[in-house]
Nanobody, 122 residues
Framework: VQLQAFGGGLVQPGGSLRLSCAASGRAFSTYVMGWIRQAPGKEREFVSA????????YYADSVKGRFTITRNSANNTSYLQMNSLKPDDTAVYYC????????????????WGKGTQVTVSS
């Protein structure tokens, strides 16, 4: 299984970024895709997740109303649209796949991609 994440960068507070994650290597029809982040000196933190069918989404309280997760089943890709970014959103963002939403929310995921750095600073 390979997960490739794209879209990180430097943005000013209040700005937007869109992260993408492409999955390959096996069939994922029952898995959940998501994002977990880790800021310097802090523990890993669940951000968002979406079922493979795209019928349910999950968000951490800290990003609700600002982040939106979607997916494209045709190319096994998920997207995280991040709006109204804050300095506290600064972290390395990891694309992940888990066997259930609970596993992703508890960061006990099955597959990790390489992280992409998101920096929110003026």
């Amino acid at each position: 299984v390979q997960l490739q994440a794209f879209g990180g960068g430097l943005v000013q507070p209040g700005g937007s970024l869109r992260l993408s994650c492409a999955a390959s290597g096996r069939a994922f029809s029952t898995y959940v895709m998501g994002w977990i982040r880790q800021a310097p000196g802090k523990e890993r933190e669940f951000v968002s997740a979406i079922t493979w069918r795209g019928d349910r989404t999950y968000y951490a309280d800290s990003v609700k109303g600002r982040f939106t997760i979607t997916r494209n089943s045709a190319n096994n890709t998920s997207y995280l649209q991040m709006n109204s970014l804050k300095p506290d959103d600064t972290a390395v963002y990891y694309c992940v796949i888990g066997a259930s939403a609970w596993r992703v929310q508890s960061t006990a995921v099955d597959y990790w991609g390489k992280g992409t750095q998101v920096t929110v600073s003026s």
